[in-house]
């Protein structure tokens, strides 16, 4: 398949294993279909902004004999597109899918067991995760944001308001301007929450923000949030983003996953909160003792040198993240538009 990708400022786009793209401004393309054309192989899926520009693109292209489909609402549209992949943790009764967002890299979880669910980190489309839930015959119970995102818009709310789940934030979440508490149950380092019978329990990991907290799924998976990802770790600059405070979170990072992530049986499964975008046909997870090799920096022992590591080779932070982070305190309402672009919450 060939993405023909007509936006005059194409920084990220569509990227699926079996998909080239080919970037040609509308005026080029109609001006010269034919010689276009030439250039295009198998089925063309055209993609603009917001899927205006790619209907009559799409509607030349059919007219010379290619089989040329529109991405439905363009780069928006592909944003915010969710598909759920099963994680086998070889647990009786529980059901892992991991609900990826290929336009950014996002990663969240519907676990399911005894007729409950609990959906952890969930995005803005909450329709998606009822449909899921309605699929497994099974009621939302609980969800759970990891920490406060500064990356993309949570979904939890919407969630909570749809279901009547319970809605649960860590609770140093609490204290960093959430205008909703009274809505909340604090989740606390060591809390148990139970799925039948299924025990989920909460691991404190900050670094990538205070407040951040993993689940440990029946001690054979860790839904690790922001914290250590399958070939990277989590930027610990977007909480404190000064030098100084960047750096002090870089050292807590190293201790927790130093002293609270790899010190778990190698044989537990990494459950990130993000990857890279893109397609892809089955879930980002890996043993930690992967893990431990994917990733260099877990190799440094001293937390100084980690944190100068991670700094000193970063992208940029996220777009309109201190805005994002409003958004999902409560302190201003939700913008759909602040989204853009992939992920960026590793430190490479």
Request: hydrophobic share 45%; with cysteine.
């Amino acid at each position: 398949m060939t993405v023909l990708d007509l936006r005059e400022d194409a920084e990220w786009g569509i990227e699926a294993p079996s998909a080239s793209t080919r970037h040609v401004p509308p005026s080029d393309m109609l001006a010269d279909p034919v010689a276009v054309a030439r250039e295009l192989s198998g089925p063309v899926a055209v993609v603009c902004n917001r899927g205006l520009t790619a209907q009559p693109v799409a509607e030349v292209l059919r007219g010379l004999g290619i089989d040329a489909m529109v991405v439905e609402s363009g780069m928006r549209g592909w944003i915010v597109a969710l598909q759920a992949r099963p994680v086998d943790l070889g647990i009786e009764g529980l059901v892992v899918l991991q609900i990826q967002r290929p336009g950014r890299g996002c990663l969240s979880y519907l676990l399911a067991a005894d007729g409950q669910a609990l959906v952890v980190d969930p995005a803005p489309d909450a329709a998606f995760y009822v449909a899921l839930a309605h699929d497994l015959g099974v009621q939302i119970t609980d969800i759970l944001d990891t920490h406060l995102h500064a990356d993309h818009l949570s979904g939890a709310r919407m969630l909570s308001e749809l279901t009547g789940a319970t809605l649960r934030l860590p609770a140093l979440a609490l204290g960093r301007g959430v205008n909703y508490t009274e809505r909340v149950e604090p989740l606390r380092d060591g809390d148990t929450i139970m799925l039948g019978p299924v025990k989920l329990h909460a691991l404190a990991l900050p670094g990538h923000t205070t407040d951040m907290t993993g689940l440990l799924v029946a001690d054979r998976a860790l839904i690790g949030g922001d914290s250590l990802f399958l070939d990277g770790i989590a930027r610990p600059d977007l909480q404190q983003s000064d030098p100084e405070g960047a750096s002090a979170m870089g050292r807590i990072l190293h201790e927790t996953l130093h002293d609270r992530v790899l010190t778990l049986d190698e044989d537990v499964v990494l459950l990130p909160g993000h990857t890279h975008p893109g397609v892809r046909a089955d879930a980002a997870a890996l043993r930690l003792a992967d893990v431990r090799v994917a990733v260099p920096e877990l190799s440094i022992d001293d937390p100084g040198e980690f944190a100068a590591r991670l700094l000193s080779d970063m992208s940029p932070r996220p777009a309109n993240y201190e805005a994002i982070i409003a958004v999902n305190a409560g302190a201003h309402p939700f913008d759909p538009e602040l989204e853009t672009g992939g992920n960026s919450c590793s430190a490479r």
